[in-house]
């Protein structure tokens, strides 16, 4: 059961952050990246698969691959954003983690915008 | 007929499927609505393009979609090139600069009784300018060989001019060329003058020259 192993990894974390945060505050913020960075490559492998399969499905579906790529992308970027802001906000830096919310943001905004002015496209294309 | 609608079910039905799924996997953050903005266009596209494909009209995702994006890489890249453009510019600026105050220092230690030189110019920077990277002023600080080195010996102690408290405003008047005329040999200062003048194409009224102090 690999929850329990996150969940415990999760609370040994937990406690020494605390113990940490009173002793060396500057090791306590380091720690919990690291611990953020540990679950997170413990889920990379199962993500990586349901990401494999949702694929395969989309390409029975004969739904077009960059439907696909494109939200997949979007998703990743607005996970990582939020990583980095909560762990700059975990630090106190809330200043820090609302740019990197702003940055995230920004680039959604990127990607999405051809899909907006293609849909606007196809309403053009619909108006007799 | 029936194979379209059945084609078509089954994108719309597979799409929200792996929407749910996306928006399982998304963070609860501030991040959540944007992405929903991204997922509901999509589904909307999927949803009316084979209308579209019925009604015998054409029109390809795929091609907008790409279309946009190289929009936005364009835009993206003509602006970086232009802000490269520009540091590329103050960086081509600084170097020649650099270089025209090492060539005019060179030129002033090749004129007789000067030992060392120090210059500093004002160059036109405007880029579109017709007379960009002329050299409007330029100062040079001079030691004359007669002054000696100064770390050997004793230096000599300059005498101290009558300070008259009161009469700053009058001081004050004195502007560099006229300094520069009591302190460095008309001689001297004429060469380089003519030197500078020559080799840089400065005139003579814009070249400040001075005597360095110890």
Known sequence: MQIIQIIGIGFVATVLIIILKKQRPEIAV???????????????????????????YVQKAEIKP???????????????????????????????ASKIELAGKVIITVLAVPIITSMLDLIMEIMP | MTDFIKQWIINIVALVLFIVIVEMLLPKGKMKK??????????????????????????????????????????????NSKLMEQEQMEQIIQVYRADMIEQIEHNAKEVDGVREAKADIIINEDSQSEDFGTIRRAYLIITLEEDGDGSLGIPEIESINVVKIGKVGKLGKINRS?????????????????????????????????????
């Open chain 2, 178 to 214: 006229q300094a520069a005329d009591t302190d460095c040999p008309h001689e001297i200062k004429r060469q380089l003058q003519e030197r500078i003048s020559s080799v840089f194409g400065v005139s003579g009224e814009n070249i400040v020259i001075s005597k360095k102090t110890r």
């Open chain 2, 34 to 79: 944007y992405v929903s903005i991204a997922t509901g266009t999509i589904m909307i596209i999927t949803i009316v393009n084979p209308l579209l494909e019925l009604s015998g009209k054409d029109f390809s995702f795929v091609e907008a979609q790409t279309a946009g994006s190289n929009m936005i890489s364009k835009i993206e890249i003509e602006n």
């Open chain 1, 30 to 56: 380091q720690a919990s990246i690291v611990t953020g960075v540990v679950i997170f490559m413990l889920l990379a492998s199962k993500l990586v698969a349901v990401v494999d399969v949702l694929g395969s």
């Open chain 1, 66 to 96: 960059v439907y696909f790529a494109t939200v997949l992308k979007i998703t990743g970027i607005a996970y990582i954003a939020e990583f980095g802001a909560e762990i700059c906000n975990d630090a106190g830096e809330s200043a820090i």
